[in-house]
């Protein structure tokens, strides 16, 4: 699986935007960029995926860059149940692979 | 229903017991899986079984042995752990077919081994 590198900690305040990065340099043209997030003393729940274009759900937003090296998710304001670790991470679609590889993820702190 | 249930929430047992963690979903998923995480470290894959067949097997030792009885229900049969075995083993489930389908997660078994 392709390796993808975020921040191991970013903080935030509550009802702001929050831009977490990912980069994927070595990302494939069948990858999808996938972010799940895990709250605490919980598993882990899906937030949102992408291929090239930008995407838009309930959840977040993502952002992806031009030459896919590189991903944004954008929580557009963020509250205290936003704080969990979120994870980058990819798939690619055409592998008869189901494995989720879960990197270190970033730990979001929003303070009230 | 998009619920993926485990039972039980905790379980805590010596190292010559016999015991097994249970998850359910109803969402029609044919792949389930399990993934263990120890603290503070992210969910690591052990199983995948896709239409009720084991489809990966992480190297796991055989000191764990999962079962899918059917489409519904996922086991993992646990036997003679080791105090690293320590964890919360969690639960998930998806559509068929690899790549962009999401996984559902459950909230996870917390296991302790004396």
């Known amino acids: 699986d392709a390796k993808t590198t975020q921040p191991n900690s970013m903080e935030s305040n509550e009802e702001e935007p929050v831009h977490l990065p990912c980069n994927h340099s070595t990302i494939s043209g069948t990858d999808y960029i996938h972010w799940y997030r895990q709250l605490p003393s919980q598993g882990p729940e899906y937030v949102i995926h992408?291929?090239?274009s930008n995407v838009n759900n309930r959840m977040a937003s993502l952002a992806i860059a031009e030459d896919r090296k590189s991903s944004t998710l954008i929580l557009h304001r963020a509250t205290l149940r936003d704080a969990a670790v979120y994870y980058c991470?990819?798939?690619?679609?055409?592998?008869?692979?189901?494995?989720?590889?879960f990197g270190k993820g970033t730990l979001l702190t929003v303070n009230p | 229903d998009t619920e993926v249930t485990q039972t039980p929430k905790h379980l805590v047992m010596g190292m010559t017991n016999k015991k097994s963690l249970k998850c359910e979903q109803h969402?029609?998923?044919?792949?389930m899986y399990w993934y263990k995480q120890k603290a503070k470290k992210p969910p690591e894959l052990m199983f995948v079984?896709?239409?009720?067949?084991?489809?990966i097997n992480e190297s796991v030792p055989s000191r764990f042995s999962p079962e899918c009885p059917n489409s519904s229900l996922l086991n993992l049969h646990l036997h003679a752990l080791q105090p690293e075995d320590s964890a919360l083993y969690l639960c998930?489930?998806?559509?068929?077919?690899?790549?962009?389908?999401?996984?559902?997660f459950g909230p996870g078994t917390r296991l302790t081994v004396l």
């Open positions: 998930a489930s998806s559509q068929d077919g690899p790549g962009r389908n999401e996984q559902f």
């Open positions: 992408g291929l090239t």
């Open positions: 991470i990819l798939r690619d679609v055409g592998s008869s692979n189901y494995k989720l590889t």
């Open positions: 969402m029609g998923h044919r792949a």
């Open positions: 079984y896709s239409y009720e067949k084991l489809s």
